[in-house]
């Protein structure tokens, strides 16, 4: 409980400090510099992940599936995701406001390659050329989305504000067309002109509220077969889940920041444990452990 508050409290005081133009822009040239640094040390990338990158710098989303990006233990975390779907109840409580219902961290733990698929080189390696800078992996988040008319947090529009670079790598695990709760998105061009026009700074964004300055045809949704990958720069444009009304969404979020961000986020009950990390790590690589661990040296 303890930490929890302190979270909260550091997170305010980090939001609110970018609302300062002296420790904003000091702030800013501190990031930029250690972009520049880190410049010479980002990892050499294929030209169809460069293509990846390029759209998550000018779009805010890039779509690519499974079979394109070819990493290795891929055949392993979805037979272990295959595993776990039937697992998934489709309510754990009495709150009619719940709308998702995530793997618990157990679950995570008997299935880890699922986290572990996070970690793959060669997807960090996407992840550090868009972010610009050394990689933390907040973890992997398996979630039944379910079919109800709930609509608030992440259902509502919004911008990730853990990081400048936030990405997330969405995993679709059944079909999503229009009517079962797919990824939907703002591009970053428009997104930029919105922030200013709803003097946005963090929070969520009813529809109504966004529909008074642009029209929903600019709404894009991310539909797709089993095994759809969607990058997406959360922390660059405004972005929501659609309601599903035909049936439930299973996909799994992969979610990554440099490794000083913003706010410090403490997840819920998706998140794991110091304990359980450090069960996990046991099978990681020095490399794996510096993404996973990097809170260490952090505060």
């Not at 428009?190 to 700074?201: F, G």
């Not at 450090?278 to 990097?294: E, I, M, R």
């Amino acid at each position: 409980m303890y930490k929890r508050i302190v979270y909260k409290v550091r997170n305010e005081v980090s939001l609110n400090t970018r609302q300062v133009p002296f420790l904003c822009n000091q702030a800013e040239t501190n990031y930029r510099e250690a972009r520049k640094q880190h410049s010479n040390n980002l990892p050499i990338i294929s030209e169809y992940e460069l293509d990846l990158v390029e759209k998550l710098r000018t779009e805010g989303v890039a779509i690519t599936s499974l079979e394109a990006l070819s990493i290795p233990s891929t055949e392993q975390m979805l037979d272990a995701a295959k595993s776990l779907m039937p697992k998934i109840p489709r309510s754990i409580s009495e709150n009619k406001n719940e709308f998702v219902i995530h793997a618990t961290p157990q679950q995570i733990l008997e299935h880890q390659e699922i986290f572990i698929w996070g970690l793959e080189q060669r997807l960090v390696n996407i992840v550090e050329n868009y972010i610009g800078l050394p990689v933390a992996y907040h973890g992997a988040y398996f979630r039944r989305d379910i079919v109800n008319k709930v609509q608030l947090k992440s259902r509502l529009w919004h911008i990730d504000p853990e990081d400048r670079k936030v990405l997330k790598v969405v995993i679709y695990l059944n079909d999503v067309d229009e009517n079962n709760g797919p990824f939907e998105y703002i591009p970053q061009s428009l997104t930029s002109k919105l922030v200013s026009s709803l003097k946005y700074t963090h929070g969520y964004v009813q529809d109504k509220t966004m529909e008074k300055v642009i029209s929903p045809s600019h709404f894009k949704s991310c539909t797709g077969i089993p095994g759809t990958v969607i990058l997406a720069a959360t922390g660059s444009i405004f972005h929501r889940g659609k309601i599903p009304v035909s049936s439930d969404r299973y996909a799994i979020f992969f979610d990554y920041t440099s490794r000083k961000p913003i706010v410090h986020n403490h997840y819920g009950a998706s998140f794991l444990s110091n304990e359980d990390l450090q069960l996990l790590g046991k099978s990681l690589s020095s490399q794996q452990k510096q993404c996973v661990f990097w809170k260490d040296n952090f505060w």
